[in-house]
Nanobody
């Protein structure tokens, strides 16, 4: 089992930056992919970003590419989402996810372990 706990959400203004953290515990050595999804109010969840175990490969959703950056600290079992130039449409509950490497990154994370989520609200 893997437990994921997100933190760092909050209320910010458009153009601000925010950093989300996700602390993992349990069988973290098997988690090849770690990443983030988000679910805006009244909409389906959307892939945001992911990173491989070594940090050598990063993946980004189209709507955040160039504004968000993902990183991980394996010594701390923590993955970060650095969000810059935030827009009101970034408002969502952000979920951390972790998965082994048995499938493609988005499929693996969708089927993997998820945290409880942290709310990010961006005002205009």
């Amino acid at each position: 089992q893997v437990r994921l706990v997100e933190s760092g959400g909050g209320l910010v203004q458009a153009g601000d930056s925010l950093r989300l953290s996700c602390a993992a515990s349990g069988r973290t050595f098997s988690m090849y992919y770690m990443g983030w999804f988000r679910q805006p109010p009244g909409k389906d969840s959307e892939f945001v970003a992911a990173i491989t175990w070594t940090g050598g490969t990063k993946y980004y959703g189209y709507s955040v590419k160039g504004r968000f950056a993902i990183s991980r600290d394996n010594a701390k079992n923590t993955v970060y989402l650095h969000m810059n130039s935030l827009k009101p449409e970034d408002t969502a509950v952000y979920y951390c996810a972790a998965a082994n490497g048995s499938s493609t990154v988005v499929t693996a994370l969708t089927r993997g372990y998820w945290g409880q989520g942290t709310q990010v609200t961006v005002s205009a």
